[in-house]
Every structure is written in structure tokens, then in C-alpha cells.
Nanobody
């Protein structure tokens, strides 16, 4: 089992950057494929970025490719999302999650552990 706590959200102008962190507790963090999702008001939770089952390959939503980078530090039990060139449409609550079920990396139903979320607001 793993507990997740996100931090680093905030208000930023369009074109700016933010770095989100996810602190994980539990000795098995390194064994989980991790991912980031986001949910804007009135919309479904959507995939942002994730590690594959090999814990090395990374995947990104088309909307963030080239702007966002996901990386992890297993020694520190942390997952990070570096977000550059932010746009107003990136405004959402961002969640980190650990994938505990078989299935695709982009489907939130395959993630059994979630943080509480952190708000990101990008002003135009």
C-alpha cells in the first residue's frame, strides 16, 4: 500500500512554469507505475503523464507533450511533474496516482491509490 500527497500547485500566468511534487509513503513505491491526472471543473478526470509497466518508459497526453515532463526519484519516494509553457486550458486539480491494476496507463480506473490533489490555475 502507498499513501500519496501532492504539493506545488498555485496560480501562474500563461507561459509560466510550475513543478508539482508527489510524496509517497510506503516501501513499495519503487514498484508502482506512477501517473499524473487532472480534472477541470465540469470535466472528467483525464490522463496527463505516466510511467509504463517497465517503470522507465514515459507517456504523455498529446495536449501536454513537449511541455510537461514526468520523473521520479525512488530513493526519495517522490514523483514530479515539471510543467512549462503553461496555458489557461491546463487549469485543473492535478492528482498523482499509483497504478495497481493491469490495464492501460491512461485509464484512471487502473490506479488504485490517489493523492488528494493540488490546484493549478493558469491566468491568461
Amino acid at each position: 500500500q502507498v499513501q500519496l500527497v501532492e504539493s506545488g500547485g498555485g496560480l501562474v500566468q500563461a507561459g509560466g512554469s510550475l513543478r508539482l511534487s508527489c510524496a509517497a509513503s510506503g516501501r513499495t513505491f519503487a514498484s508502482y507505475p506512477m501517473g499524473w491526472f487532472r480534472q477541470a471543473p465540469g470535466k472528467e478526470r483525464e490522463f496527463v503523464a505516466a510511467f509504463g509497466r517497465n517503470l522507465f518508459t514515459t507517456y504523455y497526453a498529446d495536449s501536454v507533450k513537449g511541455r510537461f515532463t514526468i520523473f521520479r526519484d525512488n530513493a526519495k519516494n517522490t514523483l514530479t511533474l515539471q510543467m512549462n509553457s503553461l496555458k489557461p486550458e491546463d487549469t485543473a486539480v492535478y492528482y498523482c496516482a499509483a497504478r495497481s491494476y493491469s490495464g492501460s496507463y491512461y485509464d484512471p480506473s487502473n490506479y488504485g491509490y490517489w493523492g488528494q490533489g493540488t490546484q493549478v490555475t493558469v491566468s491568461s
